[in-house]
């Protein structure tokens, strides 16, 4: 069995008609959601475990050091 280990509220402040990378994120973060809260959950993780991976990359090559991706 697991356990939910973390649930947070992403808030991004978008003004109405703003044409940005911020606003087009909104708007398929709020499609995937319609379409399942399921498949928007899988995508953020997705996303989110993608940037931590390249980050963390980023980091390891700086200090010399290696990753565990699992």
Do not use: C, Y
């Not at 399921?38 to 390249?54: D, G, K, P, T």
Request: proline residues 1%; without cysteine.
């Amino acid at each position: 069995m697991s356990a939910t280990v973390f649930r947070r509220q992403l808030r991004m402040q978008i003004k109405d008609g703003e044409a940005s990378i911020d606003s087009l994120l909104v708007k398929h973060i709020e499609a995937l959601e319609e379409q399942s809260p399921h498949v928007m959950q899988e995508w953020m993780r997705h996303a989110l475990r993608n940037q931590f991976s390249r980050d963390q990359a980023i980091l390891n090559k700086k200090s010399g050091g290696g990753v565990d991706e699992a």
